[in-house]
């Protein structure tokens, strides 16, 4: 158990919906970093939260959106679904903004989205 | 930015064989690299890094070589056992950068 936590843990949905995916990351943890992992795909960076701010961008889509509370969980927001936005998507946490080193990322368990 | 390129896609060895995984990176500028298995339905988990002053590191069954001047890098796993099978992703973050560029990923297969 790596102590990332990632609500639901599978989600089926039908095209043109919305949902949302939970994270809440390691205790300590400033940083959150949300993956997604298509079959047969590697995992793709979306997007990269530390303290409550977006630092990094990645290959998101604009119909994505993602926030972290003062809390420190994080929110992924998915909207006017495909077919194709059917994936696993991973929560990451790790300390802060070092590079890479000092700064290994957890896992989540993951949430599988399936969009019929 | 980044590119990482890894193969195989898919490597299938018998209990007891050697594996071996490559990695080439395209920025000169990165110095770390870190390896995540993948298991069946779960989280990637690393299991092994090494750093751009090191040349080769080992754990136990498996180990890392960086050859930095021809940038690539290699997951060396030896005696084999069933439980290794999963899918392995290598990365690479330069030193000013945490978020990690990864391969497509290898599925390992060893056959009992």
């Known amino acids: 158990d790596s102590g990332v936590t990632q609500t639901p843990k599978h989600l089926i949905t039908a095209t043109g919906q919305r949902v949302t995916l939970r994270c809440s990351p390691r205790?300590?943890?400033?940083?959150v970093y949300w993956y997604q992992q298509s079959l047969d795909q590697g995992l793709q960076f979306l997007i990269h939260?530390?303290?409550?701010?977006?630092?990094a961008k990645g290959n998101i889509l604009e119909r994505f959106s993602a926030q972290q509370f003062p809390d420190l969980h994080s929110e992924l927001n998915l909207s006017s679904l495909e077919l194709g936005d059917s994936a696993l998507y991973f929560c990451?946490?790790?300390?802060?903004?070092?590079?890479?080193?000092?700064?290994?990322?957890?896992f989540g368990p993951g949430t599988r989205l399936t969009v019929l | 930015g980044e590119n990482v390129e890894q193969h195989p896609s898919t490597l299938s060895v018998q209990e007891g064989d050697s594996a071996v995984i490559k990695c080439t990176y395209s920025?000169?500028?990165?110095?770390?690299f870190p390896w995540y298995k993948q298991e069946l339905g779960k989280r990637p988990q690393l299991i092994i890094d090494?750093?751009?002053?090191?040349g080769e590191k080992k754990d136990q069954r498996i180990a890392v070589t960086l050859n930095k001047t021809a940038k690539h890098f290699s997951l060396h796993i030896t005696e084999t056992q069933p439980e290794d099978s999963a899918v392995y992703f290598c990365?690479?973050?330069?030193?000013?950068?945490?978020?990690?560029?990864f391969g497509r990923g290898t599925s390992l297969i060893v056959h009992p």
């Open positions: 990451a946490s790790s300390v802060g903004l070092a590079g890479g080193y000092y700064n290994e990322q957890f």
């Open positions: 205790s300590g943890d400033l940083s």
């Open positions: 939260y530390y303290n409550g701010e977006e630092r």
């Open positions: 920025d000169s500028a990165s110095n770390y």
């Open positions: 090494i750093r751009s002053n090191v």
């Open positions: 990365a690479a973050l330069s030193g000013g950068s945490y978020i990690p560029t």
